[in-house]
Every structure is written in structure tokens, then in C-alpha cells.
């Protein structure tokens, strides 16, 4: 099986290379790099292309890492023992009927290799990802209660991405393959925006590419990346304008950030003097 | 042997090579997985390569063992070049060879030099890109090394589009050293790292324990027990020196951190001073608003104290009572006290020094940068320094 890319994405042949290389190996790819550089669909074109199952877990800062592989229902489980269970079908004494299996318990148990993506795991605390570690490298977890092991039988594909939000730990680096996704030069941004847009005209391009790139360049707190291009572009053709300099149409979906705002639009006011 | 060296190579380079690393590259290997220099390229810094700091030096590493290319640390534009070796190198032999004049140190512009140079990196560079061209002009290589294939490798001239290989020598990667100066992305990574999660908030989570034993108290009744969930309520005092000539130069440095400390934490407060702290600090950078450093002193202990200052004074300002250079300042009490309370108050606390660490020695403050630094854990302004100072300020 190699993964090759697809008619909705944009496969950077080296990042291409790096995918099949970490299948081959079976170990975990970690991707690093600006929001917006596509490390999150990359794990969902794989899936699409390969026709493989995809997994997903958000990682926020409160998740304490063990549910993601299982929870146990405990209220519910509480409400059973306190009022009974006639009509439900579950069983009070059974303990994997207020299991509910998150998403690396469910990878996990998959009888077909799927895909495992866990997204920004920066966001979860360092002893959280010290807990997947091992999880992810054994490919099994113990279910505490009843001492139960859950081993996967086809190891997932996994992808980790990260917006290096907060340090990753050494050890947790240690057990992937990382690779920081640079932002998209002009000439593969342009087969991004290719894969988007059908008849796009090609001078409305030149011309938002060419102020994209130097937006970009202005060092902005949150500077736009490509889903804001995808987007502005979108606007402009949809109403036909063709931007340049003195002409900004749209920039509140370049730039987000109320103190970028300000500083555009006081850059802006200078260059209308000069 | 050859890849061995390698990895070896790699390590004096502080690339952070392991030997589990090598076993899992040797097994790739095997699989079939680097077929050629560009795929080994791609296979070798994904097992060996972990973090984006370390890219730029296994690419110097890369380019020196397979391509024979000696790589300066130092990106391009950056006059730090004539002091590495590899730029000595090059102009011993460009000399000896004829082509620049014996005087072109003192004669030619520095710009001009340092282009001269990196002109001939790249059009190293190129000569491996292309393929046509092969480095083994054995011996007469500007960098000295010899560039003959050896183990058996050889430079494929991919067709060139977007070779992974091709990047190197473009020094993508060389802002994020560890050295780097900071810029705002890199500063705003390193400062998130920087959390005091505590119960706050209101309860809405289950208490598990609590619920069973309540219950059980309960006779069997459901008790359900909520609790709160953690939250991250970290204060941060920012103390900056903003006065004297010495600080000066730093004074954008001083901005970029003061203004990302302004956006990372909700609760975080500053306070400017001048050389270093007495009897009070003051709320505006015009230093008109006093505040007692007492009252400083009453602040939570768990808050993070930074304080930002090149520590270079006259020793008397440190040592004696009213030492202060300025008027206004003028305190029976040396600053070294002051300092001292400071850090017995606050556990986490930190100096952020923006002269370099490997300067501190050399700088005519490095008397007091000593005597600050035996009271205060000391750090520079590189991203480096920040993490350590953030690894400080969480208590590890």
C-alpha cells in the first residue's frame, strides 16, 4: 500500500515519501508546522485514499489521556444499580456495558488497520502524552477494572499533529517520526489553490498571491495561511474583484487578530499618503 | 563503516543521535527504505531528527559527509561568518589560489566578502543538484574536505524539482536553533509552556470517590459529588530595567518579550527599574509612579517573577547602601538585599539577562552579572535561555 496523494490534496512528494516511510516502519508520525499547513488533513486523505478507517481524537487540555481508549459509564452504571435495568439490556454486573471506547480504544479494535489521528496533542498536558506513550508504541492498554488487556491486532497507521503550542517531551519525541510541514512555497500553493478552484482567473491569482505572500512577510501576530488564502480567494471570485494594493477587499478573512487588523489598516492609511 | 560515521558525525554536530535510533535506521535500511542519496536524506533525519532546532545542523552534517560541503553555522547575511572557521578556510585558499587579492580583508567591503563566500557554497550546491558536475576536485575544494564518493554513495542529480535534498544549503531551518535569536513565533511557543494549573472555576465535574462513598453513606441513595476542574490561574510580575546606556541595544528585545508576556497571561504585571532594584519599582517606564518593592514582596509566593536587566552596573550600585546612581532611587538599604528578598519570596523566579550567555564573562557588568546571578537562577534571551527560564518558572 504507498500513498500518493489525491485529486482534493496536494502531496508534497518529499512529505509523501515520509508518510510510506512511517508505514513501512510502523511508527507513529508526529507533524509539526503552522495551522494551516494541512497536517490535519494529510491523516484524512490517507484514510480517504488508502480506503482505510480514521480515528480521531481532538486532544484538549483537560483530557487525562486514559479516555481515549475507554470510559466507564460510571452514572449511568450508578442509575442501573440504584433503579434497575428491565427494559435496557445492559447488565449491572457487566462491566463492559458501561464501556464506552474512545478513539485509540477503537482503533485498537479494529479487526482492519485503520487510521489513528491524533489531532494537536500539544494541548493535552506532558504527563498525558507520557501516558500515550506507551499505549502507542505497545499498540495496548489495560482496562484498570477488570484487568483486561486490549491489543491491537493490525497496528493503525498513526499520525500525530502538533502547533507546537507547548514543548513536546523527549521521550514522546523519541517514539515517532517528526516532520515540521514548512509553509507551501508560491508554485505549490498555486497547485493547492488548482485543486480548489476549477476557473480561476489566473491575474485575480498573480495579484492575491503576490499580496498573500507579502502579508505574510509583514510579521503579523497570527499571519494568514492557506485555508485564509482558500477563503479570500473564494470571496474575491465570488464577487469579482481583483485586488491590489491600495484596494483590500475581504481583509478581515486574511487576518484574524484584532491588533494584525490595526496594524493593516494603519499600514495601509501610510502607503495611501506616500 | 561509512554510515556509522555518520551517525557519529551527527552527534558532534549535537545532533542528539541515540542508539535506538540507529537500530530502527540500520532495520529501515534493510527494508529497502533509502534506495538512494535522496531517500537516505529523507530516512535519515526522520530517525534521527526530532526536533526543528536540530534540522539545521544535521543538514550541515549531511552536506559535509556526503557532499563534502563544510556549511557554516551561521545563516547567510549574518557577519558572524567571519569568525567561523569555515570562512578562514575559504579565504586562506581563495588567496592561495589567486583569486581574491592578499589584503582583501582590510581592501574589499564586508558585504562583498561575505557574498563571495556564499556564492561559492551555492554554486557547490548546484554542482550536486545538477549531477553533471562532481565535488572530487580532491584537495582543491574551497572548504578542504575531500568530496570524493566514498562507501559506495553517490549523488543522485534528481530531476530537480523539489528535491528534499536540494534545500539544503537554503538554511531553512536555522532560525530555529537553539541559539536563535528570538523572534515573536518562537517566543509565544516557548512562553505557553508556562502554566500553574489549579481547582477554580465552578464544579461541573464528577467526583467519582466522593459520589460512591456519599452514596454508600446515603444508604444506597445517589449522592452525586461535583468538583472543580483545573484551570490555569498563573500570575506572572514582569520587572524590567529600562534605564542606562547599557540597555539600550536590547530595548527590542525588551518589547517583543514584554509585549508577548502581555498577551500570553491575563494576570501578568510590570514594573520598570533602573540598573537594578531598590526600595521600590515603578509602574510607568518613565519611572514617576512608585510602587513599594514591599508591596511587591506581598504578592502571591506562587507568582512567576522575570526580571529583565544585562545586571551591568558599578559594583558600589549592588553593594552599598545608597547606591543608586540616580536620585530618585537612593535607598538605606543595598540593592543586593532588595534582590535577595525577592527571590526568598518568590520561589519561581528568574533573571533574564539579553547579553548572551557566552558574553557575560567578557562584558565590563561581569562582576555584578556574578553577584545577580548567585541570588537569581540567570538566563539569556536566546530560545534556548527562555525554555530553561520557563523549565525554572514551572518548578522543574
Known sequence: MEFQGSDKYYLDPELGAIVNIAMVMEKPLLLTGEAGTGKTQLALEISRTLGMD??????KSTIKGEESCYVQDTVLRLNDARFGTEATGRDVNEFFDYVIWGPIGRAF???????????????????????????LEDCEFTIREVNRVVRAEKRPVIVITSNAK?????PFLRRCYCHHIAFPEPEAMREIVALHFQDLDQGLLDAALAIFYELRQRGYE???????LLNWLGALQHERITPDRLNMPFVGTLLKRTEDLLAFRQGGKHSQIH | MFLNDFILRLRDYGVPA????????????????????????????LSFVRRVEHMDAYERAFAFHFLGIDLPRVAEGDPELFNTKQFREWLRQTIAKGDLPRQAIWTMRPEELMKRFWDTVREQMKAHHGGSRWIGTRGNSPFGHSGSARGGVRVFGKSGNRSALK????????????????????????????????????RDQLDIDETIYESAKNGGEIDLVFKRSLLDRIEVVLLIDNGGYSMLPHVELTRLLFSKIKNRFRRASTYFFHNTVYGSVFRDPMRRQRLPTAELLRRNPDTRLLILGDAAMAPEELHLSRGAIS?????????????????????????????????????YGYPTIEAVGRIFPMEDLTLGGIRRAVDLLNGL
Open chain 1, 54 to 59: 480514521i480515528e480521531v481524537l481532538r486532544c
Open chain 1, 109 to 135: 479494535r479494529s479487526e482492519k488497520r485503520v487510521v489513528l489521528l491524533l489531532d494537536e496533542i500539544d494541548k493535552t498536558e506532558s504527563d498525558v502524552q507520557d501516558n500515550l506513550l506507551d499505549v
Open chain 1, 166 to 170: 507547548r514543548e513536546l517531551s523527549d
Open chain 1, 222 to 228: 497570527k499571519p494568514p495561511a492557506t485555508s485564509e
Open chain 2, 18 to 45: 541515540s542508539l535506538t535510533d540507529a537500530i530502527d535506521f540500520y532495520q529501515g535500511l534493510e527494508k529497502g527504505l533509502a534506495p538512494d542519496l535522496e531517500s537516505l536524506f529523507v530516512f535519515a533525519r
Open chain 2, 167 to 202: 534545500v539544503v544549503g537554503e538554511r531553512k531551518y536555522v532560525d530555529y536553533s537553539d541559539a536563535a535569536s528570538l523572534r515573536g513565533e518562537n517566543l509565544r511557543q516557548a512562553l505557553a509552556m508556562l502554566k500553574n494549573l489549579i481547582p477554580a472555576g465552578p
Open chain 2, 327 to 363: 536620585w530618585d532611587a537612593e535607598d538605606d538599604e543595598p540593592s543586593l538585599t532588595w534582590l535577595e528578598r525577592l527571590r526568598e519570596r518568590f520561589a519561581h523566579s528568574v533573571w533574564l539577562n539579553p547579553v548572551a550567555k557566552e558574553e557575560w564573562r567578557e562584558t
